[in-house]
């Protein structure tokens, strides 16, 4: 396989794991969040620092990147999703910067704009692949089971889930903590396949990307962001020898999902057996549907 | 007499200059069937709302087997063995109806966040138990054939029936019906009344039912409480209330005259 091929292929995978993460808290709890580069800011930052500086092995420092992103997540998360709705969208935009912003500023911890560079290039195909199938894997059985209908309550109706006897507030902040998890492990795996670092990666740009793709590939349907990162990540390569008019194309490709499949690619399905199945009785009810009509 | 399940005494509630419930003051015995009637705006919701902790009450106490949980939050009102239906709809309408009774069911079959996770340990028993525990409610209230259907997409009086289902889930001794045969037909509140009076006695409930449908409350309820402006205005047998002048003048008088 050729690099070129088997850096995009990384690439997907690492958003995949990032979209996930988000995919959890937007698509899963109902909490839009518009500051989820800065979680693999810390994550990537992590990694980098305990690698070179520290000389931690590489393994240990991801799985470390991963849970500072889940702590800061978490510290962050219990004063501001108080805020319901909207308001917790913006109040990300500000968290998200905020953390670029410090990266950028603490010049003597992480040279600041200059970049952070000498990291091991230790994210390769399989470490990739490995971490987004581990990570898929974990994130459906967690969804398919008491947390997954927690967190689609909370969703759904959060009055309703509290009067269900659900501490709405506690699910709330454990979707955003793991959630900060995948980010921080997929910014670890950044660190460690582009081996240089800059905090304006992190910036509101790779936010709305995060989000972007787990609107665009439904909400609700892990495998829809899985599909939403692939897209975009081919899209994005295609198009690299017009790359000035990339935002140009992005934008009409989000207006054709928007117009075709107003509920994102995959709607709520995920791909697997219940989907054949669904499609399959979906064709008879429209057939008995057929007869009576 | 053994101690009421369930005691409420001089309850107040503003919100703003709106004085919506007013040294309200009844109690229920353990095993009663009792109805809570009143027009539109008497404040029957927000009893029920200070009841399950969704609003604290500026005044007065709920003693809920002898415990006073005027001050609790409401997943800890609820862990205590209240539950509750909504007058307007709070199903979870992109969930099945089976996925909506196993979101309750799932609090007597727990399992920790690693077994969650890993599907290991608990996990396999005790989703068994939650499916199987769901489908056996759905079935009770006739729901069995519609348990992979989306909540949202079913008829109204099946989501109402739902509903029930999925406040039973919480296995309660203290349920709240708010307005279970709102836009229902006269047949469907025939059947929603066998439902009811089923309910009650087979899970061993203590029931406290809103409604405006005088059929629902007259038939089933032996114990009325009625409410207007906030205030209780009569306490009693069907046959005390049909005959108060003070209900009558309120409430029953208009649909009299209708």
Redesign the interface.
Same mark, same amino acid.
């Given at each position: 396989m050729s690099g070129y091929l088997e850096g995009i292929i990384i690439l997907i995978c690492i958003n995949s794991i990032a979209a996930m993460g988000v995919s959890l808290l937007t698509g899963f709890t109902g909490i839009f969040t518009l500051g989820h580069a800065g979680y693999m800011a810390i994550g990537a930052y992590t990694a980098a620092i305990l690698t070179v500086r520290h000389h931690v092995p590489w393994l240990v420092a991801v799985l470390a990147a991963g849970t500072l992103a889940m702590v800061i997540a978490y510290l962050i998360g219990v004063p501001t999703l108080k805020l319901m709705g909207d308001y917790f969208a913006i109040a990300s935009i500000g968290l998200g910067e905020t953390i670029r912003l410090i990266l950028e500023n603490w010049q003597s911890f992480t040279r600041g704009a200059r970049g952070f560079p000498g990291i091991a290039n230790y994210t390769t195909l399989p470490v990739a692949a490995a971490f987004f199938l581990g990570m898929l894997i974990l994130m459906r059985f967690l969804i398919n089971g008491n947390y997954g209908r927690a967190f689609k309550a909370c969703r759904d109706d959060f009055v309703a889930a509290s009067l269900l006897g659900f501490k709405t507030a506690h699910y709330r902040v454990l979707s955003l903590a793991i959630s900060g998890f995948y980010c921080g492990i997929a910014g670890g795996l950044m660190a460690g396949f582009l081996t240089y670092l800059q905090p304006i990666m992190f910036d509101m740009q790779k936010s709305t990307e995060l989000t972007a793709v787990v609107v665009f590939g439904g909400l609700g349907s892990l495998s829809g962001s899985i599909i939403g990162t692939a897209v975009l990540g081919i899209v994005t390569e295609v198009f690299r020898p017009i790359s000035q008019y990339r935002m140009l194309i992005y934008g009409a490709i989000m207006v054709i999902i928007m117009v075709a499949r107003p509920e994102g690619i995959m709607g709520q399905h995920e791909i697997g057996p219940k989907l054949l199945r669904s499609l399959f009785s979906r064709k008879t009810v429209n057939e008995v549907d057929g007869t009576h009509g | 007499m053994a101690d009421p399940i369930l005691r409420l005494e001089n309850l107040n509630k503003h919100f703003g200059g709106v004085h919506a419930v007013k040294d309200i003051t009844f109690s229920l015995e353990q095993g009663e069937l009792a109805g809570l009637i009143g027009p539109n705006g008497a404040g029957k919701t927000t009893v029920f709302n200070l009841i399950?902790g969704?609003y604290s009450p500026d005044a007065g106490s709920i003693v809920f087997k002898g415990e006073d949980i005027a001050s609790r939050?409401?997943?800890e009102v609820?862990?205590r063995g209240v539950? %509750?239906t909504?007058q307007n709809l709070?199903?979870?309408?992109?969930?099945t109806a089976l996925?909506n009774v196993?979101?309750?069911c799932?609090?007597h079959f727990?399992?920790n966040?690693f077994e969650?996770?890993?599907?290991m340990g608990r996990?396999r028993n005790?989703?068994k138990s939650?499916k199987k525990m769901s489908l056996d409610l759905l079935e009770r209230v006739g729901l069995l054939e519609v348990a992979e259907q989306a909540a949202g997409t079913l008829p109204y009086g099946h989501q109402r029936r739902l509903e029930i289902a %999925?406040a039973l889930a919480?296995q309660p001794e203290l349920l709240l019906l708010d307005e279970p045969a709102a836009g229902m037909n006269p047949e469907e509140v025939h059947v929603l009344n066998g439902l009811i009076l089923n309910i009650h006695r087979d899970f061993n409930l203590t029931t406290l039912v809103i409604e405006h449908h005088m059929e629902v409350i007259m038939e089933i309820c032996p114990h009325i409480i009625c409410m207007n402006f906030g205030e209780k205005i009569a306490e009693g047998d069907p046959e005390h209330i049909q005959n108060n002048p003070e209900i009558l003048k309120a409430y029953l008088g208009e649909e009299v005259e209708e």
């Open positions: - | 399950t969704v939050k409401t997943y609820v862990s539950a %509750r909504f709070r199903l979870f309408p992109r969930s996925e196993m979101t309750a799932q609090q727990r399992y966040f969650a996770l890993t599907h996990w005790n989703e939650i %999925r919480l």
